[in-house]
């Protein structure tokens, strides 16, 4: 219920900010994604991803990114985890760009809650991120970092098409919504929200495809420029199992 009280809340602030004056910059990109699961035990994994996103008119590099995080299985229902990722960033304008990336290194957080219900597995997560921006202007990287909070909330649901074996078929779709906060944020305490669908195929045990597109409308510091993207988003999943079940 408390959950449900925050949404409201902060879906009235969305609707509030929507009401006044913005200026809208649509984009398109492609994000391309290779995700590892390695399985340390029963209870403990270790995630890896490398990302690269890409604008596509025109085509220019947008960023590129690694995470690392250790997770924890509390029980069938529950997990956590916690990591660090490093961004580098080239431009969030293909028409404007700079010599040098920017980068920003982040530690998360999160605790995820998944539900089975028939062939519907319904998945929420809720993450903090504390963000570390290297300093920067238009021509130069500057000495120092700017601190931000950013929190995280995903409803997810995922339903199951077929399933034969080692091999399955599912279609994804989520809404996240993300929240920013810390002495640095004056404007742009809405951050963005995403949503998602997709198809992912298993090929095997330890493959798998996912193909969606992503809608992200995003506030940027000045409070009145927004981001609209259309992203088509591709994953490579890689299980690979670091030990043998008794």
Known sequence: MKIFRILCLLFICFVSRAQTEKNVDHQSLLWTRYYSHLTLNNKWSLHTEFDNRVFL?????NLYLIRLQGRYKINNEFETGGGFAYFSVATQDPDV????????????QDITWKQDIGRVTLNQRFQV???????????ELLPGTTFSWRFRYRLQGEYSCWKKENQYLKAIVYDELMINAGESIIKNTFDQNRIYAALQYGV?????????YLKSFQQRASGVDYFDRDIIRFTFFHKINGYKKK
């Open 57 to 61: 008119k025109p085509t220019e590099e």
């Open 97 to 108: 760009t700079n010599d040098f990336n920017v980068p920003e290194y982040r530690t998360q």
């Open 204 to 212: 095997n045990k330890n493959i798998a495809l996912e193909l969606g």
């Open 129 to 139: 991120e504390e963000r570390f921006i290297h300093n920067a202007n238009k021509e």
